[in-house]
């Protein structure tokens, strides 16, 4: 079975730092470019960020620029999104997201709150 395992939400303070990972099975991981998407409180869908099948080109919306670095680690089958001065516009539940041709996998969501 297709599986993306978000994890590593929860509450943070403004300015403060966060990883998710997204941990994959079911599927050649290495062979999918990989994003994160959000859906902040009462708004649509967002895309954050993304990286292709080998890690070497890496994409940010610019609300996150800056702030936002993704990875992955192939031998993991792992895609992590590391988050630093956090705003509350952050909050969101953030969705681990697998592409290659008409192949499109979609985790569960991961929420995580930024507020003092």
């Known amino acids: ?3 993306l395992v978000e994890s590593g939400g929860g ?3 403004p300015g403060g730092f966060l990883r998710l990972s997204c941990a994959a099975s ?3 991981f290495s062979s ?3 994003s ?3 859906q902040a409180p009462g708004k649509g869908l967002e895309w954050v960020s993304a990286i292709n099948f080998s890690g070497g080109s890496k994409s940010y919306a610019d609300s996150v620029k800056g702030r936002f670095t993704i990875s992955r680690d192939n031998a993991k089958n792992t895609v992590y999104l590391q988050m630093h001065s956090l ?3 952050d909050t969101a539940v953030y969705y681990c997201h697998a592409i ?3 192949h499109n996998y979609w985790g569960q969501g ?3 709150t930024v507020s003092s």
């Open 1 to 3: 079975e297709v599986q």
């Open 11 to 13: 509450l943070v303070q």
């Open 26 to 28: 079911g599927f050649t």
């Open 32 to 34: 999918y470019a990989m």
């Open 36 to 38: 994160w998407v959000r």
């Open 87 to 89: 705003k509350p516009e």
């Open 100 to 102: 290659y041709s008409f």
């Open 110 to 112: 991961i929420q995580f």
